[in-house]
């Protein structure tokens, strides 16, 4: 059973009024994944479903939902607060999952175009030809497993983070994927019952972005929600300023959590399209390497071999 699969049953039972004591003894019952058999044998222990949670963080749950899960266990809102967190997990991992199904082909036909000529090279001795394709191969390879990393998962290193937050588009998107992740984890634990200045400190503590996460809370330090409590948003992120006009609107006409649904929308959409755009960019760069290296090591193989037969 996914992450995804655990939030939405465990929601459905809670639905249906079965205590949690019950549900974690249902949800033993053929798991066989790690961390259902342990949210089950710590529910079925008495423990709350946020403890069940903060107890496996280590096997993938994320810290911000072990806080919203116990805003949602003081309000009752459990299984909708499931459900909303199991369709933002649901939505990042189809994205993962759209963006290796882009480069996979290209990285792969970029890998056969760096050894085209390696039976032949084998055959003659002539294995120096190899080295630049396998270096550069190897290059590729960490480029890209860094590239990955830093628009899907935390970084623990400012400089990696600086380097990634600065490169165009892919700085973007993470930028636009952080924002959006703060407001809508704000708005779960709002709707949690948890008070306005309160949630956005909380929310402030899942930003996957180091140093967005220092920028905000130095924001909220210098502009506390209590007295302005959208001021921050437009400090913390200047490229997105006009969030905080219509977050105070949406607070003002009493629908905030509305007003963040409408603004999540559409910042969504444009994630996911800059990110389809920066993947067939990365594709289209590796078709283009793959054709240029075929060309340079025919040129230097078929060069070297007829120079020979003169």
């Known amino acids: 059973m996914t992450q995804i ?8 039972f809670w639905r249906a009024g079965i205590s949690p004591l019950v549900i974690g ?18 529910l079925s222990a008495g ?21 919203v899960v116990e805003a949602a266990e003081r309000s009752g809102r459990i299984p909708e607060t499931l459900d909303e967190l199991a369709r933002d997990a649901e939505a990042a991992s189809a994205l993962r999952r759209q963006t290796l199904a882009k480069v996979t082909y290209p990285l792969v036909v970029f890998h ?13 001795g002539n294995l120096g030809i190899l080295l630049l394709p396998t270096c550069i191969a190897v290059v590729v390879d960490l480029a890209l497993f860094a590239i990955y990393r830093a628009l899907f ?18 700085g973007s998107i993470r930028t636009s994927a952080d924002v959006r992740g703060y407001l809508a984890t704000t708005n779960h634990l709002y709707e949690a019952g948890i008070g306005l200045p309160d949630a956005f400190r909380v929310a402030a503590t899942g930003l996957l972005r180091p140093l967005l996460r220092d920028r905000l809370r130095r924001a909220l330090a210098d502009l506390p929600p209590e007295t302005d409590p959208f001021g921050h948003v437009a400090a913390a ?23 963040i649904r409408q603004i999540e929308r559409p910042m969504a959409e444009s994630e996911i399209d800059e990110t ?19 060309a340079i090591i025919a040129i230097r193989f078929y060069g070297g071999l007829f120079a020979g037969l003169r």
């Open 276 to 294: 389809r755009r920066f993947v067939t960019l990365v594709g289209g760069t590796l078709f283009t390497a793959a054709a240029l290296l075929v």
């Open 25 to 42: 003894t249902n949800l033993t019952h053929g798991a066989r994944d790690v961390l259902t058999r342990g949210v089950a044998a710590a």
């Open 112 to 124: 056969v175009a760096m050894f085209v000529m390696a039976p032949a090279a084998i055959l003659s």
């Open 5 to 12: 699969e655990l939030y939405r049953t465990i929601a459905r």
């Open 237 to 259: 992120f200047p490229d997105h300023a006009f969030l905080a006009s219509s977050l105070h609107a949406g607070f003002i006409a009493g629908d905030l959590s509305s007003a």
């Open 153 to 170: 998962f935390e970084t623990s290193s400012p400089v990696v983070d600086r380097i990634a937050l600065s490169t165009p588009i892919l």
């Open 47 to 67: 423990r709350s479903l946020a403890e069940a949670f903060a107890a496996h963080e280590a096997l993938g749950i994320p810290r911000i939902h072990v806080r």
